[in-house]
């Protein structure tokens, strides 16, 4: 394999970080316990959340929120086929768990500006059996939040939203995935914050915390610790309490390794936040003066009410060239890159095979994953010598043109 150099992301661990994971493994407490539990903690104080749950990843997150409304011991639940929508740049782990929980998903395109979710079409797609809404910040980046949240409010919609991707982020002072009745993120390695893997999630109310904390680990009497529960059921004196189980459930449990890694690079966040933002707008610069690569490249609109962690660069072709043989070029001369989450969804041989249908064709959505990229962003500060190769790397792959 090529050696790139500038890969779409670094080693994010730093020394401290690997010394509060080898500490747990010192320990030979590697399954779920008090690491766990001192990020489920920090993590609340820390975006001002009640109820949050550490689990082996955001894709994980994604699943107990669906599973969670759709749940038997949920007074509101929703129903089967109840319509969802999302985003049609999206990931599988947000669009497949609608599909797993029998509800009906319903594309809504992207906004090609910001790449969230288009307001207007958005919309346009509620009907009266809309049910849920599931919100993917991309990114770092984010629609316009005081528009969703009228929209949502309006149409007594449940929000979920998938920070996944933009965990720091905030709009108006106001951290993304705190809007939201659930909300993901992930630790994944290539994320703000990483444990390699992991994950949380977040609620904003006692029934369904204690629902998401029985589904966590096979729907077991143990993970309930209010006595105000919502498992109503008859006791059998020939079963153990410890092996008791009330819910149906997953093992999506996170190690104690990851917990301790993911809680010392939270502590973090805000300086993490603050180089990413510095790359950002150096990178950005940088190709924006370019006179070459300002003829073939747009960036991401810029909102005045959004500060940013971002999690990469992002960069949408003007001109209709061949994107493909751009891409290879840059692989070539040294830079990796990747789509935008996973290009529009709707386009995934995936969704022929579960006979899953596109309303229609996704203008905004299908630009972006035609002529859409990124490249990485990192959490240390690039240097100048860095960001001259960056740029050389493209004038090298533009300077003979497109046929």
């Known amino acids: 394999m090529k050696k790139v150099s500038y890969p779409l992301t670094k080693n994010p661990f730093l020394k401290d970080d690997l010394k509060e994971g080898i500490k747990v493994i010192k320990s030979k407490q590697l399954t779920l316990s008090k690491k766990t539990i001192e990020i489920e903690n920090y993590f609340g104080k820390k975006f001002g959340i009640k109820y949050s749950t550490m689990l082996n990843s955001g894709s994980s997150a994604n699943l107990l929120a669906f599973q969670t409304l759709i749940n038997p011991y949920r007074k509101k639940r929703l129903k089967p086929n109840d319509e969802v929508l999302v985003p049609t740049l999206s990931w599988p782990t947000s669009f497949w768990p609608i599909v797993q929980s029998n509800l009906k998903p319903v594309f809504v395109d992207c906004d090609k500006k910001n790449l969230n979710v288009d307001i207007n079409d958005l919309k346009k797609k509620i009907t009266k059996r809309t049910k849920c809404l599931i919100l993917i910040h991309v990114l770092g980046h984010c629609a316009d939040m005081d528009e969703i949240m009228k929209i949502v409010k309006k149409n007594k919609l449940i929000l979920i939203e998938d920070t996944c991707e933009s965990i720091g982020s905030k709009y108006k002072k106001k951290y993304l995935g705190t809007f939201g009745d659930f909300s993901s993120f992930s630790f994944y390695t290539s994320h703000q914050i990483s444990s390699g893997e992991g994950g949380m999630i977040t609620c904003k109310n006692n029934e369904d915390y204690q629902i998401i904390r029985t589904l966590r680990s096979h729907g077991w009497v143990r993970e309930i610790t209010n006595k105000n529960t919502v498992f109503k059921y008859k006791r059998n004196n020939y079963l153990d309490e410890k092996f008791t189980f009330c819910n149906s459930g997953f093992n999506l449990r996170p190690t104690e390794v990851s917990s301790a890694i993911a809680l010392s690079q939270l502590k973090k966040l805000d300086k993490i936040k603050k180089n990413r933002s510095y790359n950002y707008k150096k990178i950005k610069q940088t190709l924006e003066k370019d006179k070459l690569c300002s003829k073939y490249f747009y960036f991401v609109e810029k909102n005045k009410f959004v500060s940013e962690c971002w999690l990469s660069f992002p960069i949408i072709l003007k001109k209709k060239i061949n994107k493909k043989t751009l891409l290879n070029r840059l692989y070539k001369n040294g830079v990796e890159t990747r789509p935008i989450i996973s290009g529009d969804f709707s386009q995934q041989p995936a969704l022929m095979k579960y006979n ?48």
């Open 356 to 403: 899953i249908k596109k309303q229609k064709r996704y203008k905004n959505a299908d630009y972006i994953h035609k002529y859409g990229f990124y490249i990485g962003l990192y959490a240390e500060k690039i240097s100048n010598k860095d960001l001259r190769n960056l740029k050389n790397s493209f004038i090298k792959s533009l300077i003979n043109g497109f046929k």
